[in-house]
């Protein structure tokens, strides 16, 4: 009776160990998804940082040409404009 005692202890331990070890590979795995979905966020915030910054450089690169645009219309604008000691003369 003892022995049977003593086996079923040892079962027991024996059981212990294994949901010990089961658990921590089912924490490696629940772990192991987890840093891959990690991954696989970061490289989608990366693609959109990039995409981002292209769009980025491409609307200050349109400002930059409406601004150039706006000046030269506002310079042949202020260019066709007779200064008004001139009017005096042209118009006596």
Do not use: W
Request: hydrophobic share 25%.
């Amino acid at each position: 009776m003892e022995e049977l005692h003593k086996e079923l202890n040892e079962k027991k331990s024996e059981l212990r160990r294994m949901q010990d070890e089961l658990s921590r590979r089912d924490k490696e795995h629940v772990s192991d998804a987890s840093l891959q979905s990690l991954r696989n966020m970061l490289m989608a915030l990366q693609k959109e940082n990039s995409d981002l910054k292209i769009e980025r450089a491409r609307l200050e690169a349109d400002l930059k040409s409406m601004k150039s645009t706006s000046q030269k219309t506002a310079d042949s604008t202020s260019d066709n404009k007779i200064p008004d000691s001139e009017k005096f003369y042209c118009e006596g």
